[in-house]
């Protein structure tokens, strides 16, 4: 464990004015906290805050951070309080450890909707002090190195995961580039560690055979740049095993030759210099097309600065070289941190990390859900970046796929809301078009558009489906609310009763919704039915309670001895009858009768699969027939199962559709929805069978119904 002298010295070593009190201050303060506590390696507790701290120490941070990492753990795990640190470093550390325990804290759950509360969480506290973050990834890092004492896979698998998922990306998205490398390394070694040792092996069988490869490439390299009067500094590495493997993975391809797994890294003394350095190495070796990119004149959204490109190399195999100036390099590797170290110190929120944080927030206040705002920013997050312009000369950024739709959500909310469409270098493209490096986009805008649910199926930034999402939400809530209040009116005035809105006021606890207009839109998505509300309005309603039928069970009705509302010829007078659940059978389908001993008959369509079931016993079978003039005189259920456009009013015409048929729609369930569809079971009640297939047949003429079939089973 490092003692507390050499952490002050490491400090003391670039940032000499570092408050070395307050960091001696906190060693002992931790120490002391922690006690006799140990980790599940055996070591005691307080060697991980001061590896933290040490971690933070080597990148150079400030005092603060490394207050900060020494401790992080006290409140959570040990009697100290927030106040007592707040009274011994004051309102900045305390505040910075706020941040910090608030995120461990969630980190213990496991499940998809806590981790994308938990990712929340972070996002909002790094956006308050980027530091919360740096510690929180030094945190992660030791807790990384040291993964392999926890003794429960479940848990090292979730841990590594998290890691992969969340961290190494968000390292990534601040310029982090070692300490993404090392998270993704440690995670990739648990979460697919025969993939990891299979490339490490093959990587040791490639060197031994090419002998020192990458020292001779090297070599080659910067003799020729010196040689050009370069001053330089080359150094060439294997890519990481994690990084080959995605790649193999990403390309499909095979693990051949060292080819292309090799990058050399050349580092010289100003701009001008990375311009010259790449002019002598293009007209040296043949260039591989396509590889090129000049991420200095245009950098990454998170500060990154290099050029990069491909050529055939010294020893005939292809390489990748990125040349960049020495400062370029620092910020490279570290990221916002090079901004927080000692000699910057101030906390500025300027720079392009910073800009994607905003946008987060952003995502964050509009997403409907946490699992959804994790959606948004893990895609983004993988995503390789295209460069556009507006006709002013602005840069915007997107993730490669982006579309005109997401460039004009990324110019201004309210140019997205109201794009018609766009001008691609020029020419009026489809807002559907994939974006270019370097394409110059003029969004054309119409007060009278409104995002359309169709854009949703191409666009790829989290900003552009937020705003989506939240408009579709807000009308698709107005159509669910409209179309639960008629079905709900049409359930009171059958039992004679009106709807009144004190009535429904106090029922809304039991459906567990918080408003009359919540509880129309609960029925009209199908969450509850208007019987239901029915019933809970006036439960001495007998008469509804009978007809409260839940979906997909058979429907009973008591059979009596002459009763004329028995349509059915051929049953023996007395006995109960069911129309059977899974095929709804309706006057003028061909039908059969089913005996159940203590039940009475069940009656399904001919054709119906779950005869299947009974073909063994031919004694249950009964010949039944519907009695013409009483069956027509009754209403049926009729169900059918339709998939629908999601797209604004399509729910609206369904319903008018129906009602101007003749139908009465008595339930309806949303099976399943998706970006593009809706799938639903609507009970119809309907004379017979003819009438159910008029019903279906206009609803067919509808463009927006993909598709309508009486539900069977
Ligand atoms: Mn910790």
């Given at each position: 464990m490092m003692r507390q002298f050499e952490l002050v010295e490491r400090v003391k070593a670039y940032d000499p004015a570092a408050d070395e009190g307050s960091i001696n201050r906190a060693y002992v303060f931790a120490m002391k906290a922690h006690g006799s506590q140990r980790r599940a390696s055996g070591d005691p507790y307080f060697s991980h805050p001061v590896e933290v701290a040490g971690i933070l120490a080597a990148m150079k941070l400030d005092a603060a951070s490394i207050v900060t990492g020494l401790l992080h753990d006290t409140v959570e795990d040990t009697l100290a309080t927030l106040e007592q640190i707040e009274a011994v470093f004051g309102k900045d550390i305390a505040r910075l450890v706020d941040g910090v325990t608030k995120l461990s804290r969630i980190e213990l759950q496991s499940d998809q909707s806590k981790q994308a509360e938990n990712f929340r969480k972070l996002v909002l506290a790094m956006s308050e002090d980027i530091r919360v973050l740096l510690v929180k990834l030094a945190d992660r890092l030791h807790n990384m190195r040291t993964l392999r004492f926890i003794k429960s896979q479940d848990k090292r698998r979730r841990i590594a995961r998290e890691t992969m998922e969340i961290y190494a990306p968000l390292a990534e998205r601040i310029g982090m580039h070692e300490m993404k490398d090392e998270l993704e390394d440690l995670a990739f070694a648990e979460l697919h560690p025969d993939a990891r040792e299979s490339i490490i092996q093959r990587l040791a069988f490639l060197r031994e055979q090419g002998g020192d490869l990458v020292g001779r490439v090297t070599d080659e390299l910067g003799a020729l740049l010196t040689e050009q009067g370069v001053q330089v500094e080359v150094s060439g590495r294997e890519k990481s095993p994690y990084s080959i493997w995605r790649k193999m993975q990403r390309k499909n391809v095979a693990f051949e030759q060292l080819a292309?797994?090799?990058?050399?890294?050349?580092?010289?003394?100003?701009?001008?210099?990375?311009?010259?350095?790449?002019?002598?190495?293009?007209?040296?070796?043949?260039?591989?097309?396509?590889?090129?990119?000049?991420?200095?004149?245009?950098?990454?959204?998170?500060?990154?600065?290099?050029?990069?490109?491909?050529?055939?190399?010294?020893?005939?195999?292809?390489?990748?070289?990125?040349?960049?100036?020495?400062?370029?390099?620092?910020?490279?590797?570290?990221?916002?941190?090079?901004?927080?170290?000692?000699?910057?110190?101030?906390?500025?929120?300027?720079?392009?990390?910073?800009?994607?944080?905003?946008?987060?927030?952003?995502?964050?206040?509009?997403?409907?859900?946490?699992?959804?705002?994790?959606?948004?920013?893990?895609?983004?997050?993988?995503?390789?970046?295209?460069?556009?312009?507006?006709?002013?000369?602005?840069?915007?950024?997107?993730?490669?796929?982006?579309?005109?739709?997401?460039?004009?959500?990324?110019?201004?909310?309210?140019?997205?809301?109201?794009?018609?469409?766009?001008?691609?270098?020029?020419?009026?493209?489809?807002?559907?078009?994939?974006?270019?490096?370097?394409?110059?986009?003029?969004?054309?805008?119409?007060?009278?558009?409104?995002?359309?649910?169709?854009?949703?199926?191409?666009?790829?930034?989290?900003?552009?489906?937020?705003?989506?999402?939240?408009?579709?939400?807000?009308?698709?809530?107005?159509?669910?609310?409209?179309?639960?209040?008629?079905?709900?009116?049409?359930?009171?005035?059958?039992?004679?009763?009106?709807?009144?809105?004190?009535?429904?006021?106090?029922?809304?606890?039991?459906?567990?919704?918080?408003?009359?207009?919540?509880?129309?839109?609960?029925?009209?998505?199908?969450?509850?039915?208007?019987?239901?509300?029915?019933?809970?309005?006036?439960?001495?309603?007998?008469?509804?309670?009978?007809?409260?039928?839940?979906?997909?069970?058979?429907?009973?009705?008591?059979?009596?001895?002459?009763?004329?509302?028995?349509?059915?010829?051929?049953?023996?007078?007395?006995?109960?009858?069911?129309?059977?659940?899974?095929?709804?059978?309706?006057?003028?389908?061909?039908?059969?009768?089913?005996?159940?001993?203590?039940?009475?008959?069940t009656i399904h369509t001919i054709d119906c699969e779950t005869l299947e079931s009974f073909a063994e016993t031919p004694e249950r079978w009964v010949d039944v027939s519907w009695e013409s003039a009483t069956a027509e005189a009754a209403n049926h259920t009729g169900r059918i199962n339709v998939i629908l456009a999601n797209e604004p009013g399509s729910l609206g015409n369904l319903t008018t559709i129906i009602g101007k048929n003749q139908g009465n729609i008595s339930n309806l369930k949303i099976t399943s929805r998706s970006t593009d569809f809706f799938e639903m079971l609507i009970d119809i009640e309907v004379q017979d069978v003819k009438h159910l297939t008029n019903i279906i047949a206009a609803l067919r003429t509808n463009p927006a119904v993909n598709s309508v079939e009486r539900a069977r089973a």
């Open positions: 292309d797994i090799m990058a050399f890294r050349v580092v010289v003394g100003s701009a001008d210099d990375c311009y010259h350095a790449l002019g002598i190495i293009h007209s040296r070796y043949p260039v591989v097309p396509g590889r090129f990119k000049d991420y200095l004149s245009t950098p990454k959204p998170n500060g990154y600065r290099s050029l990069h490109t491909g050529v055939i190399g010294p020893e005939r195999q292809r390489i990748e070289v990125q040349i960049r100036t020495g400062e370029m390099h620092e910020v490279n590797e570290l990221g916002v941190a090079a901004h927080w170290t000692y000699k910057h110190g101030t906390g500025s929120t300027e720079g392009p990390q910073y800009r994607w944080l905003r946008e987060l927030l952003d995502i964050l206040e509009h997403a409907s859900n946490p699992e959804e705002f994790l959606e948004h920013t893990k895609l983004e997050m993988f995503q390789d970046q295209v460069f556009c312009f507006t006709p002013k000369g602005d840069l915007i950024a997107l993730p490669r796929g982006a579309t005109p739709v997401d460039f004009a959500y990324a110019v201004h909310s309210e140019v997205g809301d109201h794009c018609v469409g766009a001008k691609i270098n020029g020419r009026i493209m489809p807002l559907r078009t994939l974006l270019q490096n370097g394409d110059q986009v003029d969004i054309i805008t119409s007060k009278a558009q409104t995002p359309s649910p169709t854009w949703e199926r191409f666009v790829v930034t989290g900003k552009a489906r937020a705003r989506i999402r939240r408009f579709i939400r807000t009308q698709q809530r107005d159509q669910y609310v409209e179309m639960g209040r008629s079905l709900v009116q049409r359930a009171f005035r059958a039992e004679g009763h009106d709807v009144q809105e004190k009535q429904l006021e106090a029922t809304l606890r039991g459906f567990n919704v918080a408003s009359a207009e919540d509880l129309m839109a609960a029925v009209g998505e199908g969450l509850h039915t208007a019987r239901e509300v029915l019933l809970a309005v006036h439960p001495q309603t007998v008469e509804a309670r009978d007809k409260v039928v839940p979906l997909r069970r058979a429907r009973t009705k008591p059979a009596k001895p002459g009763d004329s509302g028995i349509p059915i010829r051929g049953l023996i007078p007395g006995m109960a009858v069911h129309y059977a659940g899974c095929c709804h059978p309706l006057p003028g389908d061909r039908i059969v009768g089913i005996v159940t001993t203590g039940k009475g008959v």
